[in-house]
């Protein structure tokens, strides 16, 4: 080789130009779409995006520069860029996907404590062998992205490491970068060619981080709740002729709004609606309904409970964890003070539950606790049905009236129409069955865990789950609920977008059952309307309905009452039931 040749590779120069833009450009066109893709809804998959990567270029840039002063770039200075480069993917994975399944941005911080959970409930709906097929799966794909990632970057930094084209690609990458940078709303659009950068996110991610790991200012973040020490808030209107009302709480799992919303998905549970509402007027009760706006979407149900019985924002995850270190009273509280049982009725905690002692519950019984004897079904392995039929029977129960029997509190969480809605139990005729080990035969056991899991496509198994909550409340009401008693049935956030679709309202129905009829009128007067369908507008968020029911059940029955408020409401498009 000649000194010209050698002073060539020296400085980087390949053996034809056309073979350095091929490969510096499919370098890039590898690098740049693993930062752009987006996610292909409906599902967890991704799909090209033909845009450019903020990120990338600025990279590009700087290695650039870097390559100036120091023409190599050493093996474990690579493997760093590998490293942090496949992190962005992540992260750009769980930007794009997070708003498209769950309908909420990414939280990577609180999302990632319970993705071990989110593992197990999924593990439980698979068999051992698909299983361990996903698992490998996995493995496989992360260790094909990073060995193409790694590829791809010493590729382009060998590329770069020729002197002569560093002047006009520095340009081009700079250029490309301040275009973006200099970007006002104001102005003129420069960004029309760019991906979604993903600072924001990881800026955002960061704040997370830290508000999370040093919370500050809790009283002040929290700001005031209802005045449950008033004096004037009290159970006085729950005392009916049968004596004082017991009252159920009930969480429906994922009950969005959007199944009112959605023609189609209100046309498909038009018929056990009815039969629900059938139910109701045959029971001897009435239904009040509103609709209110979750804190949450498609998960975390925590904080819509939280926001529920505190009557406290709990639009933050970090709220939460303040909420769990104060002293502030909540429903379970308020009724304790006036006489109440309080139960905790969550056959879908697993595992130690510290944030119930904040609560106070007389009674906190979990999946262990609830003494389910039968088969389990999935993750969730206990129907609801059968959740609802021990808690009559161990809280409920009057048929046997005793004069020292305190009226209860009970807030029942559900779980078969939490995803991934799979595998469903079938309905039992007789509610004392499921009091027992053998409520179901072999062959419904085998029907229910062969239905196929619909992981892409989980709208057509939430319609079946909602359809089976339906049913078992129609039938409780019907033939076992107690009297008397207020039964409110209140969604806790939507379904989560894979169902919902990606540009849904954070709204969810309340349903408030009684046998008594001035209590329904005093909601008719707070904005709640007769019947099933709720209106169009939200009341306004889940923490304000908590001062409403407090004013509602402070209230004799035998006080005036005030003008219904449901006349200035317009119905909802769905069904309407009365």
Request: charged share 10%; net charge positive; glycine share 8%.
């Amino acid at each position: 080789m000649t000194a010209a040749g050698h002073a060539a590779a020296a400085a980087g120069a390949p053996r034809s130009p056309i073979a350095w833009l091929l490969s510096v450009g499919v370098a890039f066109f590898v690098l740049n779409s693993l930062l752009t893709f987006e996610n292909r809804w409906p599902g967890f998959g991704v799909s090209w995006s033909p845009r450019l990567s903020f990120e990338l270029c600025l990279g590009s840039a700087i290695l650039i520069v870097w390559l100036a002063w120091r023409p190599a770039l050493r093996s474990r200075a690579v493997n760093a860029l590998t490293l942090g480069f496949v992190c962005l993917v992540a992260v750009r994975y769980a930007d794009v996907t997070a708003p498209a399944v769950l309908g909420r941005p990414v939280n990577i911080y609180w999302d990632g404590r319970h993705g071990l959970e989110l593992w197990r409930m999924a593990a439980a709906s698979l068999p051992p062998l698909q299983q361990v097929v996903v698992v490998c799966s996995g493995l496989a794909g992360l260790a094909a992205l990073v060995f193409v990632v790694r590829a791809a970057i010493a590729t382009l930094a060998r590329g770069m490491g020729w002197a002569r084209p560093r002047p006009v690609l520095l340009l081009v990458v700079a250029a490309l970068t301040l275009s973006f940078a200099v970007y006002e709303p104001a102005g003129r659009d420069t960004r029309w060619f760019f991906s979604l950068p993903l600072m924001p996110t990881l800026q955002q991610q960061a704040r997370l981080l830290l508000r999370a790991l040093v919370p500050s200012h809790g009283e002040a973040v929290l700001g005031p709740g209802p005045a449950f020490g008033d004096s004037s808030y009290g159970v006085q209107g729950l005392h009916t002729a049968q004596g004082q009302a017991d009252v159920v709480l009930m969480f429906a799992e994922s009950y969005g709004a959007i199944t009112f919303d959605s023609p189609a998905m209100a046309a498909a549970l038009a018929e056990p609606r009815a039969a629900l509402a059938q139910a109701v007027a045959a029971s001897g009760r009435g239904v009040a309904t509103a609709r209110v706006r979750s804190p949450t979407f498609g998960g975390g149900s925590w904080l819509a409970h939280a926001s529920m019985l505190s009557g406290l924002p709990m639009n933050d995850p970090g709220h939460y964890e303040l909420l769990l270190a104060s002293q502030r009273p909540t429903l379970v509280s308020h009724f304790a003070r006036h006489g109440y049982r309080t139960v905790a009725w969550l056959p879908g905690i697993k595992r130690a539950w510290p944030e119930g002692t904040f609560y106070g519950y007389d009674r906190l019984a979990d999946d262990a606790g609830i003494g389910y004897a039968g088969a389990g079904f999935g993750y969730w392995r206990i129907p609801d049905q059968a959740a609802m039929a021990l808690l009559h029977a161990q809280e409920l129960n009057r048929d046997s009236p005793s004069e020292s029997r305190a009226p209860r509190f009970a807030v029942f969480a559900t779980i078969n129409t939490h995803a991934p809605f799979h595998p469903l139990p079938p309905l039992v005729d007789d509610w004392t069955l499921l009091e027992g080990a053998h409520a179901y035969t072999a062959a419904q056991i085998a029907t229910a865990r062969a239905t196929p899991l619909a992981v892409q496509q989980p709208l057509p198994n939430y319609l079946e789950a909602l359809r089976y909550q339906f049913s078992w409340l129609s039938s409780y009401l019907q033939h076992r609920a107690p009297r008397p008693l207020v039964l409110v049935v209140i969604g806790d956030h939507q379904p989560p977008a894979l169902a919902a679709g990606p540009t849904t309202s954070w709204d969810v129905p309340v349903h408030v059952i009684s046998d008594d009829p001035a209590l329904l009128l005093r909601l008719q007067a707070h904005g709640f309307v007769s019947g099933l369908a709720p209106p169009m507008a939200a009341l306004g968020p889940m923490h304000d309905l908590t001062a409403v029911l407090l004013r509602v059940f402070s209230i004799p029955g035998d006080a005036p009452q005030a003008t219904p408020a449901s006349a200035n409401h317009r119905a909802s498009p769905g069904v309407q039931l009365q």
